[in-house]
């Protein structure tokens, strides 16, 4: 299966939409515009009909895998269903045809709905302020950074380290450096939880902040980290959690309750707002108290029965994008929300934590599972004995698909050789993670048996593997037909 | 509702795989002390029909600008979008997806970014683009700080004509790497070239303007562009897509990073947002651009393919030494611009930005005709004009609110200095007769 680009499906005089008459007296454009300030050539942009247009495009999704489409166990990521009422709310004319800089007394509704979910994300956290606006997961980290740098500034203390463990997200380290600081490693112990002595080493006066993920990116739950959090907070530094993991924790603990002063959660996993096949997603960021006032503003509040932005913050960070929100995302995560509740938030979290173990349970006696201890949402696992087949992780991933199956994660975290992260989600039923199971045991015989099968995988995809060392060494990033 | 598939059989039979009696055993490694020991305080669980009710109820709550004839622009615009978009960012296998690591199985994403990267190339006439950002904003604010990086200066000048809000987070990302941000002087509607001038030096990493401006002027890019260059400083340049089917192309002008917001390509208003920061460059700074690039390749067997590239610049490789934390991009907004651009076509942008334009002028004529209204300044401008108003906007916008219409934006907000001043849209969807009654209405018309 190939598609050609729609630039090659243009002929000559070809029109796809046409706009109306123009219903007002026009001008020679010349007379408006000196001729210097106008485009000279023309952009090359196809020549297509409507047919063509959603002839291509459907044809390109066919070429595409999604959530809808089949498992996608993608560790980190929370690849959970989304619910299909959730894109109908985003899509309703009274949320999407609304204008930002519109009076507050006409846009009553969507204030109310922000304020509302401004709330329930503080309940879920155990934080006392959320702000929406954060574009994406490392932007709220962006965001919780600054305000942390400017939360500092503010108290006159000059710090200059934040400490990220060396099993995090590659944005925790890039953020810190983009916020400022210096990124200082500490590692991690046998049992996959940060380094106790290794983290008193580096924490000192100089800590802005330690940022986590809780449950690591290993699947584990941070066993001491109410330990972590004093020796963080004794030296003056503050805790940062990475809300990657949230979906494993809701209601039955908090960052709140774990000691974090700042976190960011991603409404594109937790509160199963689709990924958008890379975007866009929402990175809200929830504060303590003492925090509250370095928020970016705006921020939705209500006074009496009426809702407002409020502007008048002057020790906000101020704006990290334009207006309030990814406003259709948080509709969606608000819709989703409500449809749960504070009953269903918790089964959800038990659910996801559930799979996660079954799977684990079903492979431990072919994978090998590098921490032998209870997984939380996702877990960390991977092969043995196939070095001598020359059979890589990668490989084996690449034959997932043909079984039908997205990959999970691999080679990430870092800390693991030849790692593999499964994360099943709460939505997916007991039968598919047997088959899934199943399907890997029958990849590792294949693996060991006829290891060129796995090697040479995938064979029933469009593609087959990709050349990107030359993508990359001699890069075409646009058509030039 | 619920989305967990479990039954209860089935619950108890994984339970005792894992030889445990109940889910709270599946966290007995969280210590007692950190516990929730109660209910989480959200509203719900609600059935669908009940979650539907109380959706429409809120978005019921709102005027839209279907109700009200909008002439809000300002960085947001009212342009139509064709049915068939919709349609194409409803197939989930796009929308569901999450980002193409697996090349393999995701060639309809991938192949989509190639087009949009495409596109966005011929519109801005540079060598190469990402496959999005942010916003426009964002964008805007991640070029500053490629510049920087690609200059090893540390200061950007700003023209005041650019987006408030731009600015403001222009200046929020330069508080992380103490970047120093300066902002230049507008006048007659347009930045301030002199003053632009003695500010430059060889410190300068950026100049950004914005192209149509904030004010809806049109901007002398070249000059800005030549000014720049003399002391090896970048020009910068936020373009509105849909001015560049008619304007001439910041590249044209000798920009060196363009970058801008994408929403008037088929993206709804949606209260600000999800929308579509773009970001295209000169080829010879490719390698600094932050965020998802998409290029052309062969597979296995010789046939055209196409793979996330150029990922040594990236957070997941390079960690700390990234060039930006940026992890993502707006996909399905940039496959919604990709599709509207396909479905206007040569032509059709074209048409779209001209209609925009007469609409814009035609308002604009009898507006300043009317007792009291004057025009701020004369300069050639696109889709948006500043007015000068008899009485505060403030009191005119209550007045046309009262008789249907969403009126200007108050510059006073932004710009002290421009009190009594109104910025107005006018965007191909609004009629002849949405201009004659806000005419009226501005005349004193009043019901």
Request: hydrophobic share 40%; charged share 20%; aromatic share 8%.
């Amino acid at each position: 299966m190939s598609e050609p680009l729609i630039f090659e499906l243009s002929r000559p005089g070809r029109r796809g939409i046409l706009p109306p008459e123009n219903d007002v007296p026009c001008k020679e454009v010349e007379q408006l515009i000196p001729a210097g300030m106008l485009r000279q050539d023309e952009p090359q942009l196809p020549e297509v009909s409507e047919l063509d247009v959603v002839r291509h495009y459907t044809r390109l999704s066919r070429m595409n895998y999604g959530v809808d489409v089949g498992f996608y166990p993608l560790g980190s990521c929370t690849m959970k269903y989304n619910p299909k009422i959730c894109e109908d709310a985003a899509n309703l004319p009274g949320f999407t045809r609304l204008h930002p800089y519109q009076p507050e007394e006409t846009v009553q509704g969507a204030l109310e709905l922000m304020y509302h979910t401004q709330n329930y994300l503080a309940e879920i956290t155990g934080m006392d302020a959320v702000t929406l606006q954060p574009a994406a997961g490392a932007h709220g980290e962006l965001t919780g950074l600054l305000i942390i740098k400017a939360y500092l500034k503010h108290r006159g203390e000059k710090r200059t380290k934040v400490i990220v463990p060396d099993s995090a997200h590659g944005t925790n380290p890039a953020t810190a450096t983009l916020a400022g600081f210096k990124v200082v490693q500490v590692k991690s112990d046998l049992r996959g939880n940060v380094d106790i002595e290794a983290l008193r080493e580096v924490v000192d006066e100089d800590t802005a902040a330690l940022m986590l993920t809780n449950p690591s990116t290993l699947g584990l739950f941070e066993e001491n980290i109410v330990q972590i959090a004093e020796i963080v907070h004794n030296a003056g530094g503050l805790l940062y959690y990475d809300g990657a993991n949230m979906n494993a924790i809701m209601g039955i603990t908090s960052p709140g309750r774990m000691g974090f002063d700042v976190v960011h959660l991603n409404l594109h996993k937790t509160f199963a707002t689709p990924h958008g096949g890379g975007g866009p997603g929402s990175g809200p960021v929830g504060v303590k108290a003492e925090l509250e006032p370095f928020l970016p503003k705006p921020v939705v509040v209500k006074e009496n029965d009426t809702y407002r932005l409020d502007y008048n913050r002057p020790l906000s960070i101020g704006r990290v994008r334009g207006f309030y929100a990814s406003f259709g995302v948080v509709v969606k995560a608000y819709t989703y929300l409500i449809s749960q509740g504070g009953s269903g938030l918790k089964s959800i979290s038990e659910h996801a934590v559930l799979n996660a173990n079954y799977l684990m349970h079903r492979l431990a006696g072919h994978l090998n599972i590098p921490f032998d201890r209870r997984c939380m949402h996702e877990f960390v696992c991977r092969p043995r004995g196939l070095k001598g087949k020359g059979v890589r992780t990668l490989d084996l991933a690449k034959r997932m698909l043909d079984y039908g199956y997205h990959p999970p994660t691999i080679y990430f975290p870092l800390i693991v050789e030849e790692v593999m992260m499964m994360e099943p989600t709460e939505t997916e039923s007991k039968e598919t993670l047997d088959d899934f199971a199943r399907s890997v045991i029958k990849i590792l015989q294949e693996a060991a048996e006829d290891p060129e099968q796995v090697k040479t995988a995938p064979h029933s995809t469009p593609v087959g593997r990709l050349d990107e060392v030359t993508a990359a060494r001699k890069p075409v990033l646009r058509y030039n037909g | 509702m619920k989305f967990i598939p479990h039954t209860g059989e089935e619950r108890q039979q994984m339970l005792k795989e894992l030889g445990i009696n109940d889910l709270e055993e599946l966290f007995a490694e969280i210590p007692e002390e950190i516990r929730l020991k109660r209910e989480l305080n959200v509203p719900g669980p609600l059935s669908e029909l009940e979650v539907a009710r109380k959706l429409n109820s809120l978005a019921g709550k709102n005027k839209t600008v279907d109700q009200l004839a909008a002439f809000l622009g300002a960085g947001v615009y009212d342009h139509y979008i064709p049915s068939a978009v919709q349609h194409i960012i409803s197939r989930s296998e796009f929308y569901t997806a999450y980002t193409p690591y697996q090349p393999e199985i995701s060639q309809g994403v991938l192949q989509s970014i190639f087009e949009f990267q495409t596109m966005i190339c011929q519109l801005t006439g540079m060598d190469v683009a990402n496959a999005s950002m942010y916003d426009g904003a964002s964008a805007t604010a991640e070029a500053a700080l490629m510049a920087c990086a690609a200059t090893r200066r540390s200061k950007v000048l700003v023209s005041k004509t650019v987006h408030p809000q731009y600015r403001e987070v222009l200046r929020t990302y330069a508080s992380g790497p103490e970047l120093q941000v300066i902002e230049v002087d507008f006048t007659q509607g347009c930045t301030d070239l002199e003053k632009l001038k003695q500010f430059l030096d060889k410190d300068v990493a950026a100049v950004i303007i914005q192209q149509p401006n904030f004010f809806g002027s049109l901007e002398d890019l070249t000059a800005a562009a030549k000014a720049a260059h003399q002391v090896k400083a970048l020009l910068v340049t936020c373009a509105d897509p849909v001015s560049l089917g008619l304007i001439a192309s910041p590249g044209s002008c000798g920009a060196d990073i363009v970058t801008g917001e994408g929403q008037g390509l088929g993206i709804p208003m949606s209260y600000g947002g999800p929308h579509l920061g773009y970001m295209a460059c000169a080829a010879k700074l490719m390698r600094r651009m932050p965020g998802r690039i998409v290029g052309e390749t062969k597979d296995n067997q010789g046939r055209r393919g196409y793979v996330l590239t150029l990922q040594a610049r990236e957070q997941h490789i390079r960690r700390e030494k990234a060039t930006s934390n940026i992890c993502s991009n707006q996909a399905l907004c940039a496959l919604a611009a990709t599709v509207h651009l396909s479905l206007l076509g040569r032509k059709g942008l074209r048409s779209v930005a001209e209609q925009c334009l007469q609409k814009a002028y035609y308002a604009y004529e009898q507006i300043i005709k009317l007792p009291g209204y004057q025009p701020a300044w004369a300069v050639p401008f696109f889709k948006e004009f500043v007015i000068k108003t008899p009485q505060p906007p403030e009191e005119i916008n209550r007045r046309l609110l009262d008789n249907g219409i969403i009126g200007g934006l108050d510059l006073e907000r932004y710009y002290p200095q421009l009190k009594n001043h109104m910025l107005l849209c006018v965007t191909e969807t609004r009629t002849k007769e949405d201009i004659h009654r806000l005419v009226a209405l501005l005349g004193g018309d009043v019901k």
